[in-house]
């Protein structure tokens, strides 16, 4: 059996317990690699408050992998494109902050984020030439600052 249809047997058996059928997507992207599209109507619960639940899922879905793999296996699960329009919000905020940054000439400190958010502010903010970006702060407070370059 292939390893996708190993995620995908476990995952439908998941869906099936929550009681929802919903259409899967598992799509390898490296070996090792997997994306699983989800889509439907009222998956909302699956995705939770913030993507928590989202978030869970795709932990589960990792140590099954592992489990049922027998190595470290990368997934990650998107719902209705959730993970998609959350980084264009992110992206739109961080362009506004950037208009800050360079109107005040000051640092100016985004709200917390978790890593995978940050890391796209980041890759955002490298490719503006005159604005930096650092993370600070500690577990759940952690932060993106971005500042204007030294010159």
Do not use: C
Not at 35 to 58: C, T
């Amino acid at each position: 059996m292939k390893n996708e249809e190993i995620l995908n047997t476990v995952l439908q058996d998941i869906l099936k317990h929550i009681g929802v059928s919903p259409v899967a997507t598992i799509t390898p992207q490296d070996e090792n690699v997997y994306n699983i599209d989800i889509q439907g109507n009222n998956l909302n619960f699956l995705i939770g408050f913030k993507g928590e639940s989202l978030n869970a899922l795709q932990s589960l879905m990792s140590l099954i992998a592992l489990k049922k793999l027998g190595k470290p296996t990368i997934i990650t699960v998107d719902i209705n494109n959730y993970k998609g329009k959350k980084v264009e919000r992110i992206l739109d905020i961080t362009k506004t902050f950037i208009d800050k940054v360079r109107f005040f000439e000051k640092e100016v400190i985004l709200p917390p984020m978790n890593p995978w958010e940050r890391r796209h502010v980041h890759l955002l903010i490298s490719e503006y030439a005159d604005i930096e970006s650092e993370s600070t702060g500690e577990g759940l407070s952690r932060r993106v600052v971005l500042k204007p370059k030294k010159k």
